[in-house]
């Protein structure tokens, strides 16, 4: 299950030699080490439980629509939902995850329909369900490491690379884990 990992060709950024010079393979080689603690922190009990605590409110879609809509219409505004989701007890985690590796600039865990559950710092959007980094780690509930495409973060203000690992409970993907590694890294690692 987490030996198959997806990867997009990476863009060109200014000062950034690795567009489509970089075989897939290499790719994962220059990742490796990010790629792996994206999958330990996927692995953490108290992420596993935040998930399945969701997954267990069974939130219907539109729902989910709704609170993106919240979500994106807040501005700067702190309203309850992105406090909620970014000042949890993982949210809380996370922050000390990108406050002590300044190769990491964000992470954020979504339920089993790409809703947010934990993040830090707080996402441009709610639902990640509609996004390929979600759909294609989530692979169906068969869950697999993706790599995403080289690109400027929104929410972040950065230039990064997001690697989206599986949440696994009891053999079946639950939801999804994206962190999001500095193009500064990446240019330190080549």
Known sequence: MFRKILFISLLVA???VLANELSQQELEELLEVK???ARHIALNPSIVRAVEAQNSQQLALAEIKRRDDEW???GDEPIPLIRDITENRVARYFERRVENNVAIDEVFLTDNQG???AAFPPTSDYWQGDEEKWTASYNNGDGTVFIGPLEFDESTQKTQVQISA???SRDR???VLVLGVSVDYLKGKQ
């Open 173 to 175: 993907t639950i939801g």
């Open 166 to 168: 599986p949440i696994v």
């Open 115 to 117: 809703a947010n559950v």
């Open 72 to 74: 994106k219409n807040a």
């Open 35 to 37: 790629i792996r603690f």
């Open 14 to 16: 200014p000062g950034l």
